[in-house]
């Protein structure tokens, strides 16, 4: 039982770092593409959270299609 309970602690600890990195790598990938396809006008500051999420989304499709053209 006290393995199981590790096992699972484990699974989320690990699960959240990674959601937190990701979505962190997401933010800074699409703050960065917005920025370079704007010409170096960045989003005002404080941004709304939907602006956030924008940008997050955007950097998602930067890391793909990224990725695809590596491989």
């Known amino acids: 039982m006290e393995e199981l309970v ?3 602690l484990r699974a989320i600890v ?3 770092i990674i959601e937190i990195f990701l979505w962190r ?3 800074c990938t699409g703050y ?3 920025s370079i ?3 170096g006008k ?3 500051k404080p941004m709304s ?6 940008i997050s989304y955007f950097g998602i499709f930067l890391l ?3 990725l695809v053209f590596m491989f």
């Open 42 to 44: 960045r989003p005002h």
């Open 37 to 39: 396809i704007t010409l």
């Open 6 to 8: 590790t096992v699972v």
């Open 49 to 54: 959270k939907a602006m956030r999420i924008r």
């Open 32 to 34: 960065i593409g917005l």
């Open 25 to 27: 790598l997401s933010y």
């Open 64 to 66: 793909v299609v990224f």
């Open 14 to 16: 690990r699960s959240i």
